[in-house]
């Protein structure tokens, strides 16, 4: 995984309809616009992504996307990922995983994230609040 400013490839997986509706909630607008202000990462083979979001200068906060006919890739572009954020001085990777996400919990899981707390109804769902796991992953 690899730092990048190529918004349009960010978009391009953001965006895609096979993983667009795992990422967003019910009201958010189609075409996603990445937000300023984050790192993304991408992977060599353009089908993984990772938006790293600063918290305060300990923690971030991180969202993965990966393609389908990349998902057997998905545990090594993890793992690639929070080596290259606890290079940078991070101490904390966090994660919000919405409870019908279950494929993405086990993954999390899987990396080594522990369920530190559930941040109750917080996301709109196919028109039901949602509840959402906080998950944590340390240096150590």
């Given at each position: 995984?690899?730092?990048?400013?190529?918004y349009?490839?960010?978009?391009?997986?953001?965006?895609?309809?096979?993983i667009?509706?795992?990422?967003?909630?019910?009201?958010?607008?189609?075409?996603?616009?990445?937000?300023?202000?984050?790192?993304?990462?991408?992977?060599?083979d353009?089908?993984?992504l990772?938006?790293?979001?600063?918290?305060?200068?300990?923690?971030?906060?991180?969202?993965?996307?990966?393609?389908?006919?990349?998902?057997?890739?998905?545990?090594?572009?993890?793992?690639?990922?929070?080596?290259w954020?606890?290079?940078?001085?991070?101490?904390?990777?966090?994660a919000?995983?919405?409870q019908?996400?279950?494929?993405v919990l086990k993954?999390?899981?899987?990396?080594?994230?522990?369920?530190?707390?559930?941040?109750?109804?917080s996301?709109?769902?196919?028109?039901?609040?949602?509840?959402?796991?906080?998950?944590?992953?340390?240096?150590?």
């Open positions: 995984m690899i730092p990048t400013q190529d349009e490839a960010i978009k391009r997986i953001f965006n895609d309809e096979r667009y509706g795992y990422l967003v909630d019910d009201l958010t607008p189609k075409d996603i616009e990445p937000p300023q202000g984050c790192v993304y990462l991408m992977s060599e353009g089908d993984g990772v938006m790293v979001v600063p918290r305060n200068s300990v923690e971030a906060e991180v969202h993965i996307a990966v393609l389908p006919e990349a998902r057997h890739k998905a545990y090594y572009y993890g793992k690639k990922a929070a080596d954020i606890f290079e940078q001085g991070v101490h904390k990777i966090t919000m995983i919405p019908t996400n279950q494929q993954y999390c899981l899987k990396l080594g994230f522990q369920q530190e707390g559930v941040n109750r109804m996301f709109l769902k196919d028109g039901k609040l949602q509840d959402q796991f906080l998950l944590g992953l340390t240096k150590e």
